[in-house]
């Protein structure tokens, strides 16, 4: 069993859709959840940041965590095309020196 | 641009031949990773540096070289390319996490494609 784990998708949703993308994870030591989304051909950049349970909003993006389940969140409002891209989660292990476990990413297209 | 830079963005190389990724950043981070994407795998890292003159092992180091002599480049060498090696390579950097601390999330380069015949 992978530590983090993510539907790779491909995902399809009309302009205006609220997406919901998620992973599961494996180990409670981990801290520290991130999202990052990757563009076709780059690198990935990051979107969320977040180490507690709960939800932390930036404009149309909101990240969930929920510890006892071992589940994260990101949503996005509104989806326009320019969110096409692929969006890794990211998971940061305590025991480790920024040990980052990465998921495989979901593919995500948003349809005009 | 402020950022990490990565060169080549391609290349091809056969088997057993060496070559060098180059990485730069101007960001004043101290911490530089290297990683490598394959399909179906996340991103996993090779080696990483905290300051110049200071590397080590990441989770997958076996085939790969560092080093670091300062702030600014992390150059990744492989000395003799094997085909599993094909990978994309992604530097990435961030201001040095204290340990224990709070981590530091990074900001990658464009990466460099690499396939190995």
């Known amino acids: ?112 | 641009n402020a950022g990490v830079t990565q060169t080549p963005k391609f290349h091809i190389l056969k088997t057993g031949q060496s070559m060098t990724l180059q990485c730069a950043q101007d960001m004043n981070h101290g911490y530089l990773s290297w990683y490598r994407q394959d399909p179906g795998m996340g991103l996993r890292r090779i080696h990483y540096s905290v300051a110049a003159g200071i590397t080590d092992k990441g989770e997958v180091p076996d085939g790969y070289n560092v080093s670091r002599s300062n702030t600014e480049d992390f150059p990744l060498r492989l000395e003799s390319a094997a085909p599993s090696q094909t990978s994309v390579y992604f530097c990435a950097s961030s201001y040095t996490p204290v340990k224990g601390a709070q981590n530091q999330p990074q900001h990658f380069g464009d990466g460099t494609r690499l396939s190995i015949l």
């Open chain 1, 1 to 112: 069993q992978k530590e983090v784990e993510q539907d790779p998708g491909p995902l399809s949703v009309p302009e205006g859709a609220i997406v919901s993308l998620n992973c599961t994870y494996s180990n409670s030591a981990f801290q520290y959840f991130m999202w990052y989304r990757q563009y076709s051909r780059k690198g990935p950049e990051l979107l969320m940041y977040t180490y507690s349970s709960g939800n932390k909003e930036d404009g149309r993006f909101t990240a969930q965590v929920d510890k006892s389940s071992k589940y994260i969140s990101l949503f996005i409002r509104d989806s326009q095309p320019s969110d096409s891209a692929t969006y890794l989660c990211a998971i940061v292990n305590s025991g480790g020196y920024q040990k980052v476990t990465f998921g495989i990413g979901t593919k995500l297209q948003v349809i005009p």
